[in-house]
């Protein structure tokens, strides 16, 4: 019966000695998702209950395969912010994106849809070397002089993009985008991704790294804001 025993016991050990590396490499993982929900709590607003602020950032992604028009979640986004403008919640626009991006060009496209949707051009800012989140907070700040703003973007997106805004110096308030022709299953696999990119923001956030893109500073949003 002993030699018996002795076998389960080894196993038993071994599965627990499993779930407990399982628990902490869960932990670990989790730790730079729970600190992005951590960091911007107080700071997320439906469209209907966003703060004022002289300017909104809109951060870019994909666009349509035509490449003159959105994608369906930078249309929310856009729709979102234009709202905003008209709303008299912000007054200037700073759209964030890759200006030579593999879908297009991504703040030319959203300055026009902008324009279509009634937002004064005087009143846009296109950055084109917001190559992903953290450029484009660190960007809004050292090169355009932004020290407070409301960013807007999709819901799962949003807390990640203002905490690293707001580790980064800028006085942010965030504001979930709209997103009426997303489907559910691409939702929940930018959910996905957005989880496992903490990571990436928690170490870009700690290490300070700089911009992809080093530009000198620009008066653009401050011209804008006095002609508004």
């Known amino acids: 019966m002993a030699d018996r025993a002795h076998p389960r016991a080894r ?16 932990l670990l993982v989790s730790a730079p998702w729970a600190w992005t929900q ?5 700071h997320l607003y439906a469209e209907s209950g966003a703060p004022v602020a002289d300017v909104v950032i809109v951060l870019g992604t994909e666009v349509a395969a035509d490449r003159s028009q959105p994608g369906d979640r930078l249309a929310g986004r856009l729709e979102t912010a234009a709202a905003l403008v008209h709303d008299r919640r912000a007054r200037v626009v700073l759209v964030s994106g890759d200006g030579g991006g593999a879908s297009g060009d991504e703040p030319t496209v959203m300055t026009s ?6 937002v004064d051009p005087r009143r846009v800012v296109a950055d084109p070397f917001g190559l992903d989140t953290y450029d484009s907070c660190a960007r809004a700040r050292e090169v355009y002089g932004v020290t407070r703003a409301l960013i807007v973007t999709q819901s799962y997106h949003l807390a990640r993009a203002v905490t690293l805004c707001r580790r ?3 006085d942010v308030d965030g504001v979930a985008a709209r997103c009426a022709g997303c ?9 996905i ?7 990436k923001a928690a ?3 700690v290490r300070r790294r700089p911009p992809a893109v080093s530009s ?10 006095r002609g508004s």
């Open 183 to 191: 489907a559910a299953t691409l939702l929940a696999e930018k959910a």
């Open 11 to 26: 196993l038993r050990r071994r599965l627990v000695r499993l779930a407990v590396a399982g628990v902490v490499a869960l």
């Open 193 to 199: 991704r957005d989880y496992f990119a903490s990571g």
């Open 203 to 205: 170490w870009d956030a």
């Open 38 to 42: 951590i960091a911007a709590h107080g």
């Open 168 to 170: 980064l110096g800028l």
């Open 113 to 118: 849809y902008l324009t279509g949707l009634g």
């Open 216 to 225: 000198p500073a620009d008066s653009a949003v401050q011209d804008a804001l």
